[in-house]
């Protein structure tokens, strides 16, 4: 009798090691697909943001155009609105969405980071693009280009870079 009951609690014993080895094996590879999901995720939004700003490839430029329209932009509505289409509500003046999310150096920009830059040279903020990544930014800047996609680096917005922002959550 008392060999079955050895026997029984021994195999009790195992039973247990192999089902907290199993919880515990089961906890560490959910951990790091989580993780990756909230990468992918954010990824995901930034390649939304593009992709969204990018339908409006070569609408027309206008200084201070009205917030929502999308026959015209300026260089701040455009992200206003390609933002909020993603379900993110940003301020409308560059100046002011320079002043929201997440401060990024310039050398680690991602896609979706918005850079800023003062072209006049004058100590203000005066123009806003979305960093698409390998040196791309889209963005709307001039009277007869409207809404396009230009070199970052090397570029007048390059050289007169203020700040960029992670407005995309990581």
Do not use: E
Not at 8 to 33: D, E
Not at 135 to 154: D, M, R
């Amino acid at each position: 009798m008392n060999n079955t009951k050895n026997n029984h609690i021994g195999k009790t014993l195992v039973g247990i090691s192999l089902a907290l080895s199993l919880t515990f094996s089961a906890s560490m590879l959910v951990t790091p697909q989580s993780a990756q999901a909230a990468t992918v995720s954010s990824t995901s939004v930034a390649n939304n943001v593009i992709a969204k700003g990018k339908q409006f490839l070569r609408v027309p430029y206008q200084f201070g155009a009205k917030t929502g329209r999308t026959d015209v932009f300026d260089c701040s509505s455009f992200t206003q609105y390609v933002f909020k289409q993603n379900g993110i509500n940003i301020p409308r003046s560059s100046k002011q969405q320079a002043n929201i999310g997440t401060f990024v150096p310039k050398n680690q920009l991602q896609p979706g980071d918005l850079v800023f830059s003062d072209t006049n040279r004058d100590g203000v903020i005066n123009h806003v693009g979305i960093y698409m990544g390998n040196g791309k930014v889209l963005h709307t800047y001039k009277v007869g280009v409207g809404v396009t996609i230009s070199n970052f680096v090397g570029s007048t917005w390059d050289r007169t870079f203020v700040t960029a922002r992670r407005v995309i959550k990581k």
